[in-house]
């Protein structure tokens, strides 16, 4: 959010608030702003900027001049708007109360940073009268988080690859040799060959079991035959398993090979984690999968026919975290439309270059 540079012996803002020119007459207040790497912006209770501190021209490129008056809102990232009007209704309700914010900002030429801080309403406070936002610059840090996490998920589908092999290519050619041997004992009194028989079926059983975990352990996004193929594969593996699920697919991507590869995988790991969970606890009788890229924005919706919850209660396991987790990783949107009895959308948006 921009701030104001005041300089040391300028003379006080014509415009400002009695309280707001008083404070930066102080000389020691005054020193202490403007030495400061933090970003100090003060409004009034309309939310329009009426002072700034002189650290707004270095991380947001603005004269002195560029901004005072204007909405504190101009200079917040188009996506979080929503969110920050809440708050700041919040803010106007609770005098004196700070609310911790992170957002993101826009500079003068648009380019999106990370802040962090304060939102403090003191207008009934006599020498501030005024809302006072005390933030500090983050983006370093968030492209930090970013890389740590996608090397976490990197390592995650590595991890999943490996277990999958071990699954497919040891433990089912240990149990298919077990079953072997059991299918090659004759002449038993009957109560041991239906016992035989009923160690073979069970062995079998476990056989499928670890094929189908095998499956969806190593499946994924093969760059060599693109997204929708391996979507297509993962919806006609679900059809085949679960015969009385109805899946439907819209897929509409003239532009997928301008995707990031890593994209691609984020896209297919949501897609198949949201799946997971309609086929763990919704009892669903359709599911339709949308996924549509238009210029500067890939949006994924799945959307089933199941029992619904509440999106505000706490929810045992950790995949829908999983899948926001994820879709933060590319600055990815998450809203899930859903009630008890009334099936679930979500919806996951992601703004493209």
Not at 30 to 50: K, P, Y
Not at 184 to 200: A, D, N, T, W
Not at 219 to 238: M, N, P, T, W, Y
Request: with cysteine; glycine share 6%; aromatic share 6%.
């Amino acid at each position: 959010m921009p701030t104001h540079p005041i300089g040391v012996g300028r003379k006080p803002l014509k415009n400002a608030p009695k309280g707001v020119a008083a404070i930066v007459e102080n000389s020691l207040f005054r020193a202490l702003i403007e030495n400061s790497t933090d970003i100090l912006v003060v409004a009034n209770g309309q939310g329009a900027i009426v002072y700034s501190s002189p650290s707004i021209e270095k991380y947001f490129g603005l004269s002195s001049k560029e901004h005072m008056g204007k909405h504190a809102f101009e200079y917040v990232h188009p996506e979080d708007i929503s969110r920050l009007a809440i708050s700041f209704l919040e803010v106007l309700e609770n005098p004196g109360k700070p609310f911790f914010i992170e957002a993101r900002a826009r500079t003068k030429d648009g380019i999106p940073i990370w802040v962090e801080g304060t939102v403090t309403n003191l207008l009934a406070t006599e020498g501030i009268n005024g809302i006072v936002c005390n933030f500090r610059d983050t983006t370093e840090r968030k492209n930090g988080e970013k890389k740590i996490w996608q090397a976490a998920l990197d390592a995650q589908e590595k991890e999943r690859e490996d277990i999958g092999r071990e699954l497919h290519d040891n433990v089912n050619q240990i149990l298919t040799t077990a079953r072997l041997y059991l299918d090659c004992i004759r002449g038993l009194p009957f109560e041991l060959e239906h016992v035989i028989k009923r160690s073979s079926d069970i062995i079998t059983s476990a056989i499928e079991e670890i094929r189908k975990l095998s499956k969806s352990l190593t499946q994924s996004f093969h760059k060599e035959i693109g997204l929708e193929l391996s979507i297509e594969d993962l919806v006609e593996s679900i059809r085949r398993l679960e015969q009385q699920l109805q899946v439907t697919l819209d897929y509409s991507m003239p532009f997928e090979e301008l995707l990031d590869d890593k994209l691609k995988t984020t896209i297919f790991r949501i897609l198949q984690e949201q799946l997971n969970n309609v086929l763990k606890h919704a009892e669903a009788s359709v599911v339709h999968i949308s996924i549509k890229q238009n210029p500067g924005l890939l949006t994924l919706q799945i959307t089933d026919n199941g029992k619904g919850f509440d999106p505000e209660k706490k929810r045992e396991g950790i995949g829908i975290s999983n899948i926001a987790s994820r879709a933060e990783v590319f600055h990815g949107q998450v809203t899930i439309d859903s009630s008890p009895g009334n099936g679930c959308k979500m919806s996951v948006n992601f703004r493209l270059s």
